[in-house]
Protein backbone atom coordinates (compact mmCIF):
# COMPACT_ATOMS: atom_id res chain seq x y z
CA UNK A 1 0.00 0.00 0.00
CA UNK A 2 1.75 3.34 -1.00
CA UNK A 3 -1.00 5.32 0.86
CA UNK A 4 -1.72 4.39 4.28
CA UNK A 5 -4.96 3.82 5.19
CA UNK A 6 -7.23 5.55 8.36
CA UNK A 7 -9.88 3.27 10.58
CA UNK A 8 -11.41 4.36 13.63
CA UNK A 9 -13.26 2.39 16.49
CA UNK A 10 -16.18 3.88 18.20
CA UNK A 11 -18.69 2.94 20.93
CA UNK A 12 -20.05 4.12 24.20
CA UNK A 13 -17.85 3.77 28.10
CA UNK A 14 -16.90 0.10 28.39
CA UNK A 15 -17.24 -1.40 25.13
CA UNK A 16 -13.73 -2.44 24.81
CA UNK A 17 -12.33 -0.70 22.66
CA UNK A 18 -9.02 -0.39 23.64
CA UNK A 19 -8.20 -3.65 24.01
CA UNK A 20 -9.55 -4.76 20.36
CA UNK A 21 -7.75 -1.54 18.67
CA UNK A 22 -4.52 -3.43 20.43
CA UNK A 23 -5.64 -6.26 18.84
CA UNK A 24 -6.08 -5.49 15.43
CA UNK A 25 -2.88 -3.86 15.66
CA UNK A 26 -0.67 -6.89 16.18
CA UNK A 27 -2.72 -9.32 14.13
CA UNK A 28 -1.81 -6.94 11.11
CA UNK A 29 1.19 -6.43 12.03
CA UNK A 30 2.33 -10.13 12.22
CA UNK A 31 0.47 -10.23 8.39
CA UNK A 32 3.47 -7.33 7.39
CA UNK A 33 1.55 -4.17 7.64
CA UNK A 34 2.97 -0.84 8.95
CA UNK A 35 0.52 -0.31 11.46
CA UNK A 36 0.26 2.53 14.51
CA UNK A 37 -2.30 3.33 17.10
CA UNK A 38 -3.90 6.02 18.44
CA UNK A 39 -6.47 7.76 20.32
CA UNK A 40 -8.82 10.61 21.08
CA UNK A 41 -9.07 13.05 22.80
CA UNK A 42 -5.28 13.54 24.00
CA UNK A 43 -2.75 11.96 21.56
CA UNK A 44 -0.66 14.69 20.90
CA UNK A 45 1.41 16.71 23.26
CA UNK A 46 -1.08 19.52 22.84
CA UNK A 47 -3.66 17.05 22.83
CA UNK A 48 -2.66 15.96 26.23
CA UNK A 49 -3.59 19.59 27.45
CA UNK A 50 -6.66 19.45 26.34
CA UNK A 51 -7.57 16.14 27.16
CA UNK A 52 -7.00 16.90 30.75
CA UNK A 53 -9.32 20.17 30.52
CA UNK A 54 -12.29 18.02 28.29
CA UNK A 55 -11.82 14.85 31.22
CA UNK A 56 -11.46 16.85 34.20
CA UNK A 57 -14.63 16.08 36.88
CA UNK A 58 -14.14 19.90 38.98
CA UNK A 59 -15.04 21.93 35.55
CA UNK A 60 -18.02 23.04 34.06
CA UNK A 61 -17.66 23.44 30.65
CA UNK A 62 -19.86 25.13 28.20
CA UNK A 63 -20.95 22.61 25.55
CA UNK A 64 -20.54 24.76 23.10
CA UNK A 65 -16.61 25.64 24.46
CA UNK A 66 -16.76 21.18 24.85
CA UNK A 67 -17.15 21.02 21.50
CA UNK A 68 -14.41 23.19 20.21
CA UNK A 69 -11.87 21.83 22.39
CA UNK A 70 -12.49 18.17 20.89
CA UNK A 71 -11.92 19.92 17.48
CA UNK A 72 -8.92 21.60 18.51
CA UNK A 73 -7.41 18.42 19.64
CA UNK A 74 -8.31 16.22 16.19
CA UNK A 75 -6.88 19.33 14.13
CA UNK A 76 -3.73 18.55 15.58
CA UNK A 77 -4.28 15.02 15.90
CA UNK A 78 -4.48 15.04 11.98
CA UNK A 79 -1.77 17.02 11.34
CA UNK A 80 0.33 15.98 13.37
CA UNK A 81 0.16 12.47 13.99
CA UNK A 82 -2.69 10.65 11.37
CA UNK A 83 -1.92 12.64 8.08
CA UNK A 84 1.95 12.03 8.04
CA UNK A 85 1.21 8.19 9.34
CA UNK A 86 -1.11 7.58 5.86
CA UNK A 87 1.14 9.37 3.66
CA UNK A 88 3.98 7.05 4.52
CA UNK A 89 1.80 3.76 4.09
CA UNK A 90 0.60 3.06 7.53
CA UNK A 91 -2.44 1.81 8.75
CA UNK A 92 -3.56 4.14 11.54
CA UNK A 93 -6.19 2.65 13.87
CA UNK A 94 -7.75 5.75 15.64
CA UNK A 95 -9.98 4.67 19.15
CA UNK A 96 -12.08 7.58 18.62
CA UNK A 97 -12.73 10.22 15.87
CA UNK A 98 -15.49 12.55 14.96
CA UNK A 99 -18.09 10.16 15.17
CA UNK A 100 -17.47 10.23 18.78
CA UNK A 101 -18.64 13.91 18.69
CA UNK A 102 -21.53 13.44 16.62
CA UNK A 103 -22.51 10.84 19.12
CA UNK A 104 -21.53 12.58 22.75
CA UNK A 105 -21.74 16.31 22.18
CA UNK A 106 -24.24 16.05 19.08
CA UNK A 107 -26.88 12.87 19.98
CA UNK A 108 -25.84 13.09 23.78
CA UNK A 109 -25.49 16.65 24.76
CA UNK A 110 -27.82 17.69 21.81
CA UNK A 111 -25.82 20.23 19.86
CA UNK A 112 -26.84 20.76 16.36
CA UNK A 113 -25.78 17.65 14.27
CA UNK A 114 -25.45 20.44 11.16
CA UNK A 115 -23.07 22.27 13.11
CA UNK A 116 -20.63 19.67 13.94
CA UNK A 117 -20.92 18.40 10.23
CA UNK A 118 -19.90 21.93 9.35
CA UNK A 119 -16.95 22.83 11.33
CA UNK A 120 -16.29 19.22 9.92
CA UNK A 121 -16.41 20.19 6.48
CA UNK A 122 -14.53 23.72 7.32
CA UNK A 123 -12.13 22.95 9.54
CA UNK A 124 -11.01 19.47 8.69
CA UNK A 125 -12.22 18.97 5.17
CA UNK A 126 -14.58 16.15 5.70
CA UNK A 127 -11.68 14.18 6.67
CA UNK A 128 -13.20 10.59 7.72
CA UNK A 129 -12.07 7.28 8.27
CA UNK A 130 -12.26 4.61 5.64
CA UNK A 131 -13.93 1.88 7.63
CA UNK A 132 -15.05 2.57 11.28
CA UNK A 133 -15.98 -0.53 13.91
CA UNK A 134 -18.59 -0.05 16.05
CA UNK A 135 -18.50 -1.63 19.26
CA UNK A 136 -22.11 -1.91 20.48
CA UNK A 137 -23.70 -3.36 23.60
CA UNK A 138 -26.25 -1.97 26.09
CA UNK A 139 -25.44 0.92 27.86
CA UNK A 140 -26.07 -0.67 31.68
CA UNK A 141 -23.63 -3.19 30.48
CA UNK A 142 -20.49 -1.15 29.45
CA UNK A 143 -21.12 1.26 32.42
CA UNK A 144 -20.70 -1.82 34.74
CA UNK A 145 -17.74 -2.88 33.00
CA UNK A 146 -15.80 0.58 33.74
CA UNK A 147 -16.80 0.27 37.02
CA UNK A 148 -15.31 -2.69 37.84
CA UNK A 149 -12.24 -1.06 36.78
CA UNK A 150 -12.74 1.93 38.71
CA UNK A 151 -12.87 3.92 35.93
CA UNK A 152 -14.93 6.65 36.71
CA UNK A 153 -13.87 9.70 34.08
CA UNK A 154 -16.42 12.49 33.30
CA UNK A 155 -18.43 10.74 31.30
CA UNK A 156 -19.30 8.28 33.79
CA UNK A 157 -20.85 10.41 35.90
CA UNK A 158 -23.37 11.09 33.28
CA UNK A 159 -27.20 9.31 33.79
CA UNK A 160 -28.12 6.39 31.54
CA UNK A 161 -30.47 8.40 29.44
CA UNK A 162 -27.58 10.31 27.98
CA UNK A 163 -25.29 7.01 27.70
CA UNK A 164 -28.71 5.59 25.44
CA UNK A 165 -28.87 8.68 23.55
CA UNK A 166 -24.70 8.29 22.72
CA UNK A 167 -25.43 4.33 21.80
CA UNK A 168 -28.50 5.40 19.56
CA UNK A 169 -26.49 8.15 17.71
CA UNK A 170 -23.87 5.81 17.21
CA UNK A 171 -26.40 3.39 15.54
CA UNK A 172 -28.06 5.92 13.91
CA UNK A 173 -25.10 7.23 12.17
CA UNK A 174 -23.70 3.65 11.22
CA UNK A 175 -27.50 2.99 9.35
CA UNK A 176 -26.16 6.51 7.27
CA UNK A 177 -23.37 4.97 5.98
CA UNK A 178 -22.95 1.00 6.20
CA UNK A 179 -20.67 0.89 3.36
CA UNK A 180 -18.25 2.71 6.17
CA UNK A 181 -19.35 0.95 9.70
CA UNK A 182 -18.70 -2.65 10.73
CA UNK A 183 -21.08 -3.36 13.77
CA UNK A 184 -19.94 -5.52 16.12
CA UNK A 185 -21.91 -7.18 18.99
CA UNK A 186 -19.59 -6.19 21.94
CA UNK A 187 -21.64 -8.43 24.65
CA UNK A 188 -19.88 -11.38 23.09
CA UNK A 189 -16.13 -12.56 24.34
CA UNK A 190 -13.10 -10.52 23.10
CA UNK A 191 -11.53 -13.56 21.41
CA UNK A 192 -14.83 -13.84 19.13
CA UNK A 193 -14.73 -9.88 19.37
CA UNK A 194 -11.38 -10.22 17.89
CA UNK A 195 -11.77 -12.65 15.17
CA UNK A 196 -14.92 -11.18 13.39
CA UNK A 197 -13.10 -7.10 13.67
CA UNK A 198 -10.11 -9.39 11.47
CA UNK A 199 -12.20 -11.03 9.17
CA UNK A 200 -13.77 -8.34 8.53
CA UNK A 201 -11.27 -5.98 8.20
CA UNK A 202 -9.27 -8.72 5.89
CA UNK A 203 -12.16 -9.05 3.87
CA UNK A 204 -12.21 -4.87 3.28
CA UNK A 205 -8.44 -4.77 2.58
CA UNK A 206 -8.94 -7.43 -0.46
CA UNK A 207 -11.20 -4.68 -1.74
CA UNK A 208 -9.36 -1.62 -1.46
P1 LIG B 1 -11.42 7.90 27.48
O1 LIG B 1 -10.88 7.80 28.86
O2 LIG B 1 -10.45 7.89 26.37
O3 LIG B 1 -12.56 6.86 27.36
P2 LIG B 1 -12.95 5.71 26.39
O4 LIG B 1 -12.09 4.57 26.84
O5 LIG B 1 -14.39 5.52 26.66
O6 LIG B 1 -12.66 6.17 24.98
O7 LIG B 1 -12.29 9.24 27.44
C1 LIG B 1 -12.76 9.75 26.30
C2 LIG B 1 -14.10 10.38 26.62
O8 LIG B 1 -14.30 11.49 25.76
C3 LIG B 1 -15.24 9.42 26.38
O9 LIG B 1 -16.07 9.39 27.50
C4 LIG B 1 -16.00 10.02 25.22
C5 LIG B 1 -15.58 11.45 25.19
N1 LIG B 1 -15.53 12.05 23.84
C6 LIG B 1 -16.50 12.97 23.46
O10 LIG B 1 -17.40 13.28 24.22
N2 LIG B 1 -16.42 13.54 22.21
C7 LIG B 1 -15.41 13.26 21.34
O11 LIG B 1 -15.36 13.81 20.22
C8 LIG B 1 -14.41 12.29 21.75
C9 LIG B 1 -13.28 11.95 20.83
C10 LIG B 1 -14.50 11.72 23.01
Redesign the pocket.
Known sequence: MAQGIFITFEGI?GSG??TQVKILAEKLQKDGFKTITT???GDTEFGRKIREI??STSLTINPLSELLL?FADRIQHVSEKINPYISEGFIVIS????D??LA??GYGRGISLELINNLNKFLLDEFKPKITILLDLPVEQGLARNRNIN?N???EFEDISFHNKVREGFLKLAALEPERFIIVDATKTFEEIASEIYENIKERLKNL
Open positions: EKSFEPLLYDRFTSTYQKDKF
